[in-house]
């Protein structure tokens, strides 16, 4: 699951135009934050981008699947999807992908601020 160094410093310094973004160690790949929010995950040189119900038709009707791991007998899918191949030579596509994985996390994030904790 490990991802090439040089795949990830390439996409930091694409991404950078987003804004300072960072790339994390984690799960054996790299999640991609900015200003604290993980909107991108990096596993075996593949970009998974944050989706939500806004945005995640837009990733199924490119045919784009979800990341995916195995739990025992179970698959688990991520709300993170595959960014378009086409993105990763294009700088200006990239960050419109990117973008709107940003504003999915961000929207994401405001959902869990709303909901209040349950009680037991």
């Known amino acids: 699951m490990a991802s090439d160094t040089a795949f990830i410093d390439y996409l930091m310094d694409q991404l950078q135009w987003v804004g300072p973004v960072v790339g994390r160690k984690m799960f054996g790949g790299y999640g991609v934050f900015l200003e604290g929010l993980m909107f991108g995950l990096v596993i075996e040189n593949t970009l998974y981008l944050k989706v939500d119900s806004n945005s995640k038709h837009d990733f199924e009707e490119l045919g784009l699947p979800p990341f995916t791991y195995s739990r025992g007998p179970k698959e688990i899918a991520l709300s993170y999807y595959q960014a378009p191949d086409e993105a990763l030579d294009d700088t200006d596509m990239l960050l419109t992908w990117a973008n709107r994985a940003y504003a999915a996390a961000m ?14």
């Open 107 to 120: 929207r994401c994030a405001a959902d869990k601020v709303k909901k209040p904790a349950s009680r037991v």
